[in-house]
């Protein structure tokens, strides 16, 4: 099982930025790929951002050129970089680890974005 915790949520106006971070722990050798979901209310969850472990990306259109996703040498913390930040992009940020056949969700942080 891989533990995942994530952090750097809050408020922030519209056009602003924030980095948030997903500290994985555990098993942490099996994992192909650690992306961002977000899920706002109402809304299903949606995939933000992916790296795989080879250190490919992909984006959500939506957050294409606003959003960088990144990671540190050890690849147990991901990054999300979010610039450019839109009232839409309000939700709660969820960390996954791909680890196929088996998954691991972090508890997610909340974005609001708003005046």
């Known amino acids: 099982q891989v533990q995942l915790v994530e952090s750097g949520g809050g408020l922030v106006q519209p056009g602003g930025s924030l980095r948030l971070s997903c500290a994985a722990s555990?098993?942490?050798?099996?994992?192909?790929?650690m992306s961002w979901h977000r899920q706002a209310p109402g809304k299903q969850r949606e995939l933000v951002a992916r790296?795989?472990?080879?250190?490919?990306?992909n984006y959500a259109d939506s957050v294409k050129g606003r959003f960088t996703i990144s990671r540190d040498n050890g690849k147990t913390t991901v990054y999300l970089q979010m610039n450019s930040l839109k009232p839409e992009d309000t939700a709660v940020y969820y960390c996954?680890?791909?680890?196929?056949?088996?998954?691991?969700w972090g508890k997610g942080t909340l974005v609001t974005v708003s005046l």
């Open positions: 996954y680890a791909n680890r196929w056949p088996m998954a691991d």
């Open positions: 555990g098993s942490i050798a099996g994992i192909i790929s």
């Open positions: 790296i795989t472990s080879d250190g490919n990306t």
